[in-house]
C-alpha cells in the first residue's frame, strides 16, 4: 500500500493550495483520512481528518481556512487550504486508516508547502 501526496509548493501569503493525497496497492478498506503537518523544529500537529461518511474534524487553527474531503472511489482525500499564512509553512503529510492492511496506519511522503510573507 502506499499513499501518493501531490500539489504542495510556494504561495504567497492570502493564496490557496490544494492537495491530493491517493492511496493504491490492495487497500480492501479505508477508515479515516487525514492531514498532518511538521514545520521545522516543532511536532508534527493534526490538520484535519475525514471519516469515510465525510465526518470532519479540524484543529482549531485550520477551522474556516480549510477544508477536507475525500472521493471513497478513488481512495483519495483532499485538502483545500485557503488565506494561507507564512506560518502555514510545514510539510504535509496524508494519513489513512487501512484496518485489514497491516501495519493498518500508512503515511504518505508528505509534501511541502511554503507560505512567502
Known amino acids: 500500500v502506499q499513499l501518493q501526496a501531490s500539489g504542495g509548493g510556494l504561495v504567497q501569503a492570502g493564496g490557496s493550495l490544494r492537495l491530493s493525497c491517493a492511496a493504491s496497492g490492495s487497500i480492501f478498506s479505508i477508515n479515516t483520512m487525514g492531514w498532518y503537518r511538521q514545520a521545522p523544529g516543532k511536532q508534527r500537529e493534526l490538520v484535519g481528518s475525514?471519516?469515510?461518511?465525510?465526518?470532519?474534524n479540524y484543529a482549531d487553527s485550520m477551522k474556516g481556512r480549510f477544508t477536507i474531503s475525500r472521493d471513497n472511489a478513488k481512495n483519495t482525500v483532499y485538502l483545500q487550504m485557503n488565506s494561507l499564512k507564512p506560518e502555514d509553512t510545514a510539510v504535509y503529510y496524508c494519513?489513512?486508516?487501512?484496518?485489514?492492511?497491516?501495519?493498518?496506519?500508512?503515511w504518505g511522503q508528505g509534501t511541502q508547502v511554503t507560505v512567502s510573507s
Open positions: 494519513n489513512a486508516d487501512l484496518p485489514r492492511v497491516w501495519p493498518y496506519d500508512f
Open positions: 475525514i471519516t469515510t461518511g465525510g465526518t470532519t
